[in-house]
């Protein structure tokens, strides 16, 4: 059955340091997302893609890096710049063109997410 | 301005009784659609129920309905026969025109007593 995988489930990072957060899909997926939530403030779009090799930022890029290399996958890095990065970092993906008996409304599929903590 | 208003951090109903989550919304297209989410303690996020503003019929999976008032921007979940595995968060959420990216509200904590 198809679906999206995160790792690690939990993350901790000392100061200073890059960290990578894996997202996998095998839905068949054009468009993957990366959300940032904290307690209280639902969900913040930190980077979206919707084809290979090409990326936006949303609104909270800063301190942040993305890559698209293949359909199935979108790693998240967070960069020594974000000052602030202990929170759930959730993926999704989406089809961009209804069709599909999953996905019919284009919503979102999300992976289980990606706790990161700052030591 | 928020686009997605969820008014109620936190809701409590008992076990088979019916609930509504609130969700008011803002936009000036005329073509959006609004999604339901559910996000238990594990953390994923599960997608409940979609309404498209042209829809004539308010939608309904399983125990899952919305109450889609189109005047009013409002966009309410009704949870029918709440059961203890229903205890979650749930968000609204709104995609417009063109745009394939959703904005999301804050959220509403429910929790289903036995």
């Known amino acids: 059955d198809g679906g999206i995988t995160q790792s690690p489930k939990y993350l901790f990072r000392k100061e200073g340091q890059n960290v990578t957060l894996s997202c996998e899909q095998n839905l068949n997926h054009d468009a993957m997302y990366w959300y940032r939530q904290d307690p209280g403030q639902g969900l913040r779009l930190i980077y979206y893609?919707?084809?290979?090799?090409?990326?936006q930022k949303g609104d909270i890029a800063e301190g942040y890096s993305v890559s698209r290399e293949k359909k199935e996958s979108f790693p998240l890095t967070v960069t020594s710049a974000q000052k602030n990065p202990t929170a759930f970092y959730l993926c999704a993906s989406s089809p961009l063109t209804s069709g599909y008996s999953r996905g019919a409304y284009n919503e979102q599929f999300f992976g289980p997410g990606t706790r990161l903590t700052v030591l | 301005a928020q686009k997605i208003t969820q008014t109620q951090p936190g809701m409590f109903v008992q076990e088979k009784e019916a609930v509504t989550l609130d969700c008011t919304y803002d936009t000036s297209d005329p073509s959006y659609g609004l999604f339901w989410y559910k996000q238990p303690s594990s953390g994923e996020m599960i997608f409940l129920i979609y309404q498209g503003s042209y829809d004539q019929q308010n939608a309904t999976e399983g125990r899952y309905s919305l109450n889609f008032q189109k005047a009013r921007k409002s966009a309410n979940l009704v949870i029918s026969a709440s059961q203890l595995g229903d205890s979650a968060m749930y968000f609204c959420a709104m995609r417009e025109g063109g745009s394939y990216i959703p904005t999301f509200g804050r959220g509403t904590s429910l929790i289903v007593h036995p």
């Open positions: 893609s919707q084809i290979v090799n090409d990326f």
